[in-house]
């Protein structure tokens, strides 16, 4: 079977993100001895010239009978016509894959989606500094992805129920999916076992200037705590939470390789996932992997995998005293991270990219057929 990736292509040097999910689908797919075509854009304007953009063809790489290509928009419908048999699935957001509706009529493409966000959301509520032509050419092309693609796959139920706010989708044409866990996350990597610090570390992964990453609301819950813990964040300072930061005890941490990532989960403790709105949470899921024990809002995707008490905690966002108690348990009772860590490690076993990947699969062959 002959399957065509659209999107942004990353080898996973970077912490986490949608491109290092659709690296992952990738490799998974080609392992499994399919003919897998990666074909990106040539995204970079400081880069690549008008030119390349529309006329450009590079490979990226080739692995077995699988490749990775980065394509301007001609070379991309030529691409397509000549593999008008294939299933082509966008994997992350980027305009460019409109093109390939161009052809859906035409060559009887069957195109699938996977939603990393709700971008009309996003640039909505947390975007202010997006231009507005910038949000009308990303809501156009996602309102092609949404409406016109024969499947689209949701991270989550929540993500699911807010696409159908903005778009025309009937739930028959629409999957509830997930995503992997590198091998590389396991509780067997650990140092030491969770909760045996004397002080219980926190760990934050994400940039702290985005809104819906829930950073302000953390930081307003730790003014309630009162047990004592060390919060380590992952990513790039901003001043405007300094007065905040003050009074408690943080660390910024560059980010890093997953292959780093995973070494450094090795002696941490309690993850903290406080997002508004995320669709999945793949570094939650990482670190619960890892057997960190996991506080999340129930609005973000991984939640749907914690049994409150048992293998992680759930709590509102928006509930500072909420969040601020679940801290304190932790903190307060160090055997429950253990426990808890241990569960979530259990949980996070059915997460491989190898059953992603035959999830995607066996949908490919249905929809071909």
């Given at each position: ?152 796959f949701f991270l989550s139920e929540e993500?699911?129920?807010l696409a159908m706010e903005y778009y ?202």
């Amino acid at each position: 079977m002959k399957i065509v990736l659209l999107g942004r292509y990353n080898n996973g040097e970077i912490l986490s993100g949608p491109e290092k999910v659709a690296s992952r689908i990738f490799g998974a797919l080609s392992l499994r001895g399919d003919e897998v075509s990666f074909i990106e854009y040539f995204f970079d304007g400081s880069r690549y010239a008008l030119y390349q953009k529309l006329f450009g063809s590079e490979y990226v790489l080739t692995q077995q009978k699988s490749s990775v290509r980065r394509m301007g928009i001609f070379p991309l419908l030529m691409f397509l016509i000549s593999n008008r048999n294939a299933v082509v699935h966008i994997v992350t957001f980027e305009r460019f894959a409109v093109a390939a509706f161009w052809l859906k009529k035409l060559l009887g493409l069957k195109i699938l989606y996977t939603v990393n966000g709700i971008v009309q959301h996003e640039n909505t509520y947390f975007r202010a500094f997006a231009s507005h032509s910038l949000k009308e050419k990303d809501t156009s092309a996602e309102r092609v992805f949404m409406e016109h693609s024969d499947l689209v796959f949701f991270l989550s139920e929540e993500s699911r129920i807010l696409a159908m706010e903005y778009y025309d989708i009937s739930e028959s044409r629409t999957r509830i999916t997930a995503n992997g866990i590198d091998e590389m996350f396991s509780i067997t990597r650990r140092v030491q076992p969770a909760g045996s610090a004397e002080v219980p570390s926190l760990v934050f992964v994400g940039d702290v200037a985005r809104p819906e990453k829930g950073f302000e609301f953390l930081l307003q819950a730790l003014l309630l705590v009162r047990q004592a813990y060390q919060l380590f964040v992952i990513g790039e300072s901003d001043s405007r939470f300094l007065p905040q930061l003050a009074s408690i005890p943080y660390k910024i941490v560059p980010k890093m390789t997953s292959e780093q990532y995973a070494a450094w989960l090795a002696d941490k403790d309690i993850f903290i996932s406080a997002s508004k709105c995320d669709q999945f949470g793949i570094a939650a899921a990482e670190a619960m992997a890892a057997g960190l024990a996991v506080i999340a809002t129930k609005e973000t995707g991984m939640s749907r995998y914690i049994t409150p008490g048992v293998n992680g905690l759930v709590i509102d966002y928006g509930s500072v005293a909420g969040f601020a108690s679940a801290i304190d348990r932790l903190c307060t009772d160090h055997g429950s991270i253990a426990r808890m860590g241990e569960a979530g490690a259990e949980t996070m076993k059915t997460l491989t990219w190898r059953n992603v990947a035959e999830t995607y699969r066996q949908t490919y062959q249905t929809v071909a057929s």
